[in-house]
């Protein structure tokens, strides 16, 4: 079984940054694919970035440039450096982690980003 602990939401004004953190415990976090989603309210949960186990990154158009994903396979931890933040990125943002055919979620973070 695999348990994610996400760290680094808070309050934020817009312009500023936020790094985001998501810890693994358990499975085999160096080949999974792991990401971050971010769920607004009313909204559904959308894919922010996303990084292979060989380190290929993915982005959603509207934060390429902004926000950067990275991992540490030695601290079994996901990173997402976010930049130049917005008013409409407030959300919940959820670290994602898929190896095989199973996908695990983390229990979110909140993030509010004020104008």
């Known amino acids: 079984q695999v348990h994610l602990v996400e760290f680094g939401g808070g309050l934020v004004q817009a312009g500023g940054s936020l790094r985001l953190s998501c810890e693994a415990a358990?499975?085999?976090?160096?080949?999974?694919?792991a990401g971050w989603y971010r769920q607004a309210p009313g909204k559904q949960r959308d894919l922010v970035a996303q990084i292979t186990s060989g380190g290929n990154t993915n982005y959603v158009d509207s934060v390429k440039g902004r926000f950067t994903i990275s991992r540490d396979n030695a601290q079994n931890t996901v990173y997402l450096q976010m930049n130049s933040l917005k008013t409409e990125e407030t959300a919940m943002y959820y670290c994602?982690?898929?190896?095989?055919?199973?996908?695990?979620w983390g229990q979110g973070t909140q993030e509010a980003v004020s104008s």
């Open positions: 358990g499975g085999r976090f160096s080949v999974a694919t």
């Open positions: 994602n982690y898929v190896v095989g055919m199973d996908n695990f």
